[in-house]
């Protein structure tokens, strides 16, 4: 029942009595100054950091809300601070372990924080309600984080976009564009561009026919631009090959010849990103005899609704979780 979030908004607490009983309110709206995530961090043996985070969409350049992370290592929550366990920088979204902390592959490392997003506008919504008389006490709690359908800035999303979003439900490695255009009138020639390449491959036998992006030298107005998205190490096809000032240049590398696996981290493609809406509705009822001879019981109901892409409906057949416990 208790949780942990940035917001803006505001707060009302109302007490008051109805015959026996005492009862007490709680109203909360707010709007959420970040998005929130868990990751398990993968420990490299001798390596103390600095480790990056990553959104909960797969995003690489994050700004953490400073104050907002917890550190577990094996369940134990870890201190902030040179003289302490970890030390974390806000803007880079790192963390780097303190010689007082030395962290090995076998450790189980996870990290929960929130990350500043302006992508869609996130309210938060929350309702309390105890009530108690003598031995008698009940309770109901209500929590909803939900996006808006529509994002903060129109034109980052247009109708191609929502059209993708509808049809991917919620598989997110589904909900991607393609990042290649054409430069056109926007050529310019301090940028990098590339050309399309027929190529034949070779893997597992079979001769298969690809058509990569190449590093183009010598650009003109009829090159292509494209941004690549880091997906991680054997999802993609591309490889960074060199940076410069004018920018990075990435490279096909395909697949393994012999296993089919993807040698790349990269994609030439943009992630888009799903409005999601989550809420919790938790009631229970506790009896305590406040006699040794006579038990007490607590009985406490929750159901979850968590719809991972508000613009689809496809896959919400799982969003509904029902639990159950009871405790003499």
């Known amino acids: 029942q208790n949780y942990y979030k940035k917001s803006q908004g505001g707060l009302i607490d109302y007490y008051h009595n109805l015959g026996k009983w005492k009862l007490n309110h709680k109203l909360s709206l707010g709007i959420s100054r970040g998005k929130f995530n868990r990751q398990n961090i993968l ?37 902030r601070g040179e003289d302490a366990d970890y030390v974390m920088d806000y803007n880079l979204a790192e963390i780097r372990f303190t010689p007082k902390r030395l962290v090995t592959d076998q450790m189980r490392v996870f990290v929960e924080f929130e990350y500043a997003d302006q992508y869609y506008l996130r309210t938060i919504n929350t309702y309390n309600a105890q009530a108690s008389k003598g031995k008698w006490f009940t309770y109901l709690n209500f929590y ?32 991607v564009r393609s990042s290649i ?38 650009p003109d107005s009829n090159s292509l631009q494209a941004s690549f998205a880091e997906i991680g190490p054997g999802k993609g096809t591309y490889q960074l090959k060199r940076s410069n000032a004018n920018g990075r240049v990435y490279e096909w590398v395909g697949y393994h010849p012999l296993t089919g696996v993807l040698l790349g981290s990269y994609t030439p493609a943009i992630p888009l990103i799903a409005p999601r809406s ?8 506790h009896y305590n005899s406040l006699e040794k001879d006579k038990a007490g019981f607590n009985l406490e109901t929750g159901i979850s609704l968590l719809d991972k892409n508000r613009i689809s409906s496809k896959d919400d ?10 405790d003499l």
């Open 43 to 79: 420990i490299v043996n001798g390596n103390q950091g600095p480790y990056r985070l990553k959104g909960r969409d797969g995003e690489s350049f994050i700004i953490l809300l400073a104050g907002t992370e917890k550190v577990f290592i094996d369940g134990i929550q870890l201190t």
């Open 144 to 175: 909803q984080e939900k996006d808006s359908k529509r994002p903060a800035v129109s034109s980052d999303q247009d109708s191609t976009d929502r059209v993708i979003l509808f049809a991917s439900g919620d598989q997110s490695e589904l909900a």
């Open 181 to 218: 255009s054409k430069s056109g009138n926007q050529f310019n020639p301090n940028r990098i561009y590339y050309s399309l390449k027929d190529t034949s491959v070779l893997i597992q036998g079979q001769l298969r026919l690809f058509s990569i992006l190449e590093y183009n030298d010598m």
């Open 317 to 326: 057949g799982d969003n509904i979780g029902f639990a159950s416990r009871i």
């Open 278 to 285: 989550h809420s919790m509705l938790m009631t229970g009822v």
